[in-house]
């Protein structure tokens, strides 16, 4: 039986690769295909399946140009705001996701960005890199205690619970707010809102976790960051659309907020720099799944899902049934 013809868009971790190269007929590229070069790819191997991830936006147009012979499109992310489910499914293309093998890689870094947040790590960092060379005084450059502290968790799916898992082991209070409340053994005594605006005045920490869509877009808006308590942290590790930059900015430059820290953002790579300006803000560049571990998890599932359409099988994480 011949091989499934597969196109990837970006670089994949080495284990990945080595798969791929046993068991498909594949276009790997070193630097990112675009949609125009993804379709040229797909034309010339007359590829089965298409491995991406949310660089690529699989938009009607795009899904609409898709030559009959491709199947599956496996996107290497839990995310998939970047795909056209409704033109995807009027098409009958099978699209995949890959949750679960970053929900662990994901939460560790929430904690990171409200460990560095309430801690100051970045400007930590950047004093030492400067040369430090001037004692600080016991009242100066003072971060802010995490343990104990009250976190407020928008979205608690997998990543969410996780984030609390960790909170737990800090004694830290845990609210959050979900569509659906969570059954007593999930919850954990996790306190729940139904109402995103009624749980912000109580959250001193506040760490999202929501997908993007319609109905989050912007969610955290001027009116929002003013609901929360002067002092609050803020962290985001979902999607940048959930937040309007500029009302981020106007809060953490009034002091309105302590400190933030962002994985995610409107415009990604090129994001605002503006966001980097600012010493009570630390950044990472879209990383909460960037470990090696995870990565090649990340990778082999979307390989399975692959994998299983292409020999006429379920593939473990369709979007739809
Ligand atoms: C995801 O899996 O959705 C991550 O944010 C990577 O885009």
Partial sequence: MSRPRLVVTRRLPVPVLERIRAEF??????????????????????????LLTPKLRLD???????????????????????IDVAAARARGLVVTNTPDVLTEATADLAFLLIL???????????????GWRRSFGLDEMLGVDVSGRTLGILGMGRI??????RARGFNMPILYCNRRRLPPDLEQGARYFADLHAMLPHCQILSLHAPASGD?????????FARLPRGAIFVNTARGTLVDEEALID????????????????????FDRRLA?????????????ATLETRTAMGFRALDNIAAVCTGQTPRDPLWP
């Fill in 25 to 50: 007929e594949a276009i790997v590229p070193d630097t990112d295909l675009d949609a125009g070069m993804a379709l040229a790819a797909i034309r010339r191997i007359r590829a089965d399946a298409l």
């Fill in 60 to 82: 009607a147009d795009f899904i609409a140009s898709l030559p009959d012979h491709l199947r599956v499109a496996a996107t290497c992310s839990a995310g998939f705001d970047h």
């Fill in 116 to 130: 560095a947040a309430a801690r100051r790590a970045g400007e930590y960092a950047a004093i030492m890199r400067a």
């Fill in 160 to 165: 969410g619970q996780a984030v609390a898992r």
């Fill in 216 to 224: 989050t877009e912007g969610l955290m808006n001027a009116d929002a």
């Fill in 251 to 270: 809060a953490l430059r009034s002091g309105h907020l302590f400190a933030a820290g962002l994985d995610v953002f409107r415009r990604e790579p090129d």
């Fill in 277 to 289: 300006e600012l010493p009570n803000l630390i950044l990472t560049p879209h990383v909460a799944s």
